[in-house]
């Protein structure tokens, strides 16, 4: 501890005084979720391989375009083309949705603060950045929106178990194959990161004074907290089951590898 001590009303000249590799963990989050935005860019992109029947990609569910081949609504939009970029892929609309929900998610918050804005990243590790500013002007108090982003993200795990059901209507008939369990896995990551939410645990249970009151709000409350102690295990699972997802049906569609027939 005697190495540690600077003079009074000084500061250490170094960024910390820390020797252990507190390096490693916002390194490993800018490696992980940049590499899952340069893949789920790159995916959407292609606006190709994304439906291998009877799997959709939840990229691109639900499927907005008329021809698109997967019946998610029996129906859809016109294409949308822009000029000097061409037909404009579907994908870029559907994942504003679950994109505004985990850019403004208080778990991710930290993560992506830490890792790539280094303020701070790490605990007593210098901010990289000379004044602190908090969430109160733009772009940052976009965070506030989280809570109504919760809806938005409810409404796509809807749409995904619509799919994932879907995915036993084989061209034969019902069925069930690796492809299927593999969507079923995504919603149920998807669906526990999504209820595992802070602003789900206020909507259960926040406003109130006694819980003796509201029974039933006060059980959802104790459930939704034991979900929520999981919540950045739920948001790390989740977005490596939706990009594994798409992959597993990208591979399908282009032929690289065959579904397995379960039952």
Not at 166 to 180: E, H, I, N
């Amino acid at each position: 501890m005697a190495s540690t001590v600077t003079r009074s009303g000084s500061a250490p000249a170094a960024a910390t005084l820390r020797q252990d590799t507190w390096w490693v963990e916002p390194l490993l989050i800018v490696l992980t979720l940049g590499g899952f935005v340069v893949y789920s860019t790159w995916a959407a992109l292609q606006n190709a391989h994304y439906y291998a029947a009877p799997y959709l990609s939840p990229f691109y569910s639900p499927c907005l375009y008329a021809t698109c081949l997967h019946p998610t609504f029996g129906g859809g939009f016109r294409e949308i083309s822009l000029p000097g970029i061409g037909i404009l892929s579907p994908a870029f609309l559907i994942l504003i949705g679950p994109l505004s929900f985990r850019l403004t998610c208080y778990y991710y918050r930290k993560a992506y603060y830490r890792s790539f804005w280094l303020a701070p990243p790490a605990c007593a590790v210098r901010d990289a950045h000379g004044r602190y500013t908090g969430e109160t002007g733009v772009p940052l108090i976009l965070q506030n929106t989280h809570r109504y982003t919760w809806y938005v993200a409810v409404l796509f795990i809807v749409v995904l178990t619509w799919d994932a059901l879907l995915a036993f209507r084989f061209p034969d008939g019902l069925g069930v194959g690796v492809g299927t369990l593999v969507m079923w896995a995504n919603v149920v990551l998807l669906a526990g990161y999504t209820f595992s939410c802070h602003s789900c645990r206020h909507l259960c249970g926040g406003g109130l004074d006694v819980f003796s009151r509201a029974p039933v709000r006060h059980r959802l409350w104790r459930l939704v907290t034991r979900l929520n102690e999981r919540h950045p295990l739920f948001a790390w699972l989740s977005l490596f089951g939706v990009g594994l997802t798409d992959l597993y049906i990208r591979l399908l569609s282009m032929g690289v590898i065959r579904d397995l027939r379960l039952l």
